[in-house]
Nanobody, 119 residues
Framework: QVQLVESGGGLVQAGGSLRLSCAASGLTFSSHRMGWFRQAPGKEREFVGAIGSSGGLRTYRDSVKGRFTISRDDAKNTVNLQMNNLKPEDTAVYYC????????????WGQGTQVTVSS
């Protein structure tokens, strides 16, 4: 059974930093592209960024480029999201996800962790 468990969310002032972590189990972690998504109240879930299998290509949505960094540790089956210079518009529930090794849909999801940025 695949499990993705996020941690590290919380309340931070604008301009501050948070580091989210996602611990994965039940899958061959290194084979999966891993991603972060977020959903703000009243809005649809949106892509934040992703990192390829074994630390390959990183992609980010434009609004977080230069502020957020995704990394992974395949030995520990974890993927991290370092968020710097946070803005109130970054407030959302953040989800970790694993993509099918074939490059298909995002097959597995965590339960989410709340990030709140106060102005």
């Amino acid at each position: 059974q695949v499990q993705l468990v996020e941690s590290g969310g919380g309340l931070v002032q604008a301009g501050g930093s948070l580091r989210l972590s996602c611990a994965a189990s039940g899958l061959t972690f290194s084979s999966h592209r891993m991603g972060w998504f977020r959903q703000a109240p009243g809005k649809e879930r949106e892509f934040v960024g992703a990192i390829g299998s074994s630390g390959g290509l990183r992609t980010y949505r434009d609004s977080v480029k230069g502020r957020f960094t995704i990394s992974r540790d395949d030995a520990k089956n974890t993927v991290n999201l370092q968020m710097n210079n946070l803005k109130p518009e970054d407030t959302a529930v953040y989800y970790c996800a694993a993509q099918q090794p074939s490059g298909g849909h995002w097959a597995y999801w965590g339960q989410g962790t709340q990030v709140t940025v106060s102005s």
